[in-house]
């Protein structure tokens, strides 16, 4: 069984930390570091859409390394240079972020995803993709890898509410979600949801309903978002005629708190907010001081006080698996 939070190796916080969850498996530090496979999306290239979500930018929310001409290998090395420099890390795992990392023939996926396992200081596969771009032998193949190495699926829900999705022309539904995390769950993969605050029509209820249904979820973990404007997005358009209006940072702050407070305390939060690039953020400007929105989220936990799993009730939870403690090798 996973230890408890609090018996977690440099386990400071009041959530279940991403670093302090990676050192409980391997003993040290491991780092993630960002890929773009080159790979596209059903809401763009017309399957389910085109102009993908209102506020995706051309780069599918990625670095754009692949359209200048760097292979994974290449990504991956200088990655691993930058990132061992900074944190004196020895193991990675490879994130696959740009677009949708599911969505293309199984022999175009295997060769990318294999040319990042050759590395043997790879100790993991972090692969970012939609509920609705899963095959059975995608799972498959990812089931296979999960045998030696951490394997996260994250899959990317933003809202549990239909109509924000359609809103925000996301392209599926809820239960698109939910079948999808049924289908995974169970192949010793790690399932993990994408969401945003801040999203056009919801308010604090809809938000935290949305930390409420992923709850009874047999999900591992979860990434948070803020929402942000990005430049020649249909959300800057939106924004710019006083359509749209982003999250204060004090309600940013409050809301995170509120909904980590609603989610089981085992569950892993791998992200408090996003990292806009700065020459294309067109607001809210607070948000690139992403020290300090850290630090007030914390002090918020400290002032209340709270904790992961405050308000959860365990209840209602389903039946879900945790992560596992096995050992992983690259």
Same mark, same amino acid.
Request: hydrophobic letters at 35%; aromatic letters at 8%.
């Given at each position: 069984? %996973?230890?408890?939070?609090?018996?977690?190796?440099?386990?400071?916080?009041?959530?279940?930390?991403?670093?302090?969850?990676?050192?409980?498996?391997?003993?040290?530090?491991?780092?993630?570091?960002?890929?773009?496979?080159?790979?596209?999306?059903?809401?763009?290239?017309?399957?389910?859409?085109?102009?993908?979500?209102?506020?995706?930018?051309?780069?599918?929310?990625?670095?754009?390394?692949?359209?200048?001409? $760097?292979?994974?290998?290449?990504?991956?090395?200088?990655?691993?240079?930058? %990132?061992?420099?900074?944190?004196?890390?020895?193991? !990675?795992?490879?994130?696959?972020?740009?677009?949708?990392?599911?969505?293309?023939?199984?022999?175009?996926?295997?060769?990318?995803?294999?040319?990042?396992?050759? !590395?043997?200081?790879?100790?993991?596969?972090?692969?970012?993709?939609?509920?609705?771009?899963?095959?059975?032998?995608?799972?498959?193949?990812?089931?296979?890898?999960?045998?030696?190495?951490?394997?996260?699926?994250?899959?990317?829900?933003?809202?549990?509410? /239909?109509?924000?999705?359609?809103?925000?022309?996301?392209?599926? /539904?809820?239960?698109?979600?939910?079948?999808?995390?049924?289908?995974?769950?169970?192949?010793?993969?790690?399932?993990?949801?994408?969401?945003?605050?801040?999203?056009?029509?919801?308010?604090?209820?809809?938000?935290?309903?949305?930390?409420?249904?992923?709850?009874?979820?047999?999900?591992?973990?979860?990434?948070?978002?803020?929402?942000?404007?990005?430049?020649?997005?249909?959300?800057?358009?939106?924004?710019?005629?006083? =359509?749209?209006?982003?999250?204060? =940072?004090?309600?940013?702050?409050?809301?995170?708190?509120? !909904?980590? =407070?609603?989610?089981?305390?085992?569950?892993?939060?791998?992200?408090?907010?996003?990292?806009?690039?700065?020459?294309? %953020?067109?607001?809210?400007?607070?948000?690139?001081?992403?020290?300090?929105?850290?630090?007030?989220?914390?002090?918020?936990?400290?002032?209340?006080?709270?904790?992961?799993?405050?308000?959860?009730?365990?209840?209602?939870?389903?039946?879900? $698996?945790?992560?596992?403690?096995?050992?992983?090798?690259?």
């Amino acid at each position: 069984m %996973l230890k408890p939070m609090t018996d977690l190796p440099h386990a400071t916080s009041p959530y279940r930390d991403l670093n302090s969850y990676l050192f409980s498996i391997f003993g040290e530090r491991v780092q993630k570091i960002t890929l773009d496979a080159g790979l596209t999306c059903p809401n763009r290239n017309g399957r389910v859409g085109t102009g993908g979500c209102i506020y995706c930018n051309p780069r599918g929310s990625g670095t754009g390394a692949w359209a200048r001409g $760097k292979s994974i290998t290449v990504q991956l090395q200088e990655g691993m240079a930058r %990132l061992g420099k900074r944190y004196k890390a020895q193991k !990675f795992i490879a994130y696959f972020q740009s677009f949708c990392n599911t969505y293309a023939p199984l022999d175009q996926l295997q060769p990318l995803y294999e040319e990042a396992l050759a !590395f043997p200081e790879i100790v993991g596969l972090s692969i970012g993709t939609r509920p609705d771009c899963l095959s059975a032998e995608i799972l498959e193949l990812l089931a296979h890898y999960a045998r030696t190495y951490l394997v996260w699926l994250e899959l990317g829900l933003q809202s549990a509410h /239909d109509a924000t999705l359609r809103r925000i022309n996301r392209g599926h /539904d809820v239960a698109c979600f939910s079948r999808a995390v049924e289908e995974a769950a169970g192949r010793g993969l790690h399932l993990l949801a994408h969401v945003i605050l801040g999203l056009p029509g919801e308010g604090r209820n809809q938000m935290l309903a949305t930390a409420d249904y992923l709850a009874v979820l047999p999900l591992e973990g979860v990434k948070i978002h803020l929402l942000y404007v990005i430049q020649g997005t249909p959300l800057e358009r939106l924004y710019r005629c006083g =359509e749209y209006q982003p999250l204060t =940072e004090d309600d940013y702050v409050s809301l995170v708190v509120d !909904f980590i =407070e609603r989610l089981p305390p085992q569950m892993v939060i791998h992200r408090l907010t996003g990292d806009p690039h700065p020459d294309e %953020l067109v607001a809210p400007t607070w948000c690139l001081n992403k020290k300090r929105v850290l630090a007030a989220i914390k002090d918020t936990f400290a002032v209340r006080p709270s904790y992961q799993g405050k308000l959860w009730q365990p209840q209602k939870k389903a039946h879900a $698996k945790t992560p596992s403690t096995q050992s992983y090798g690259g």
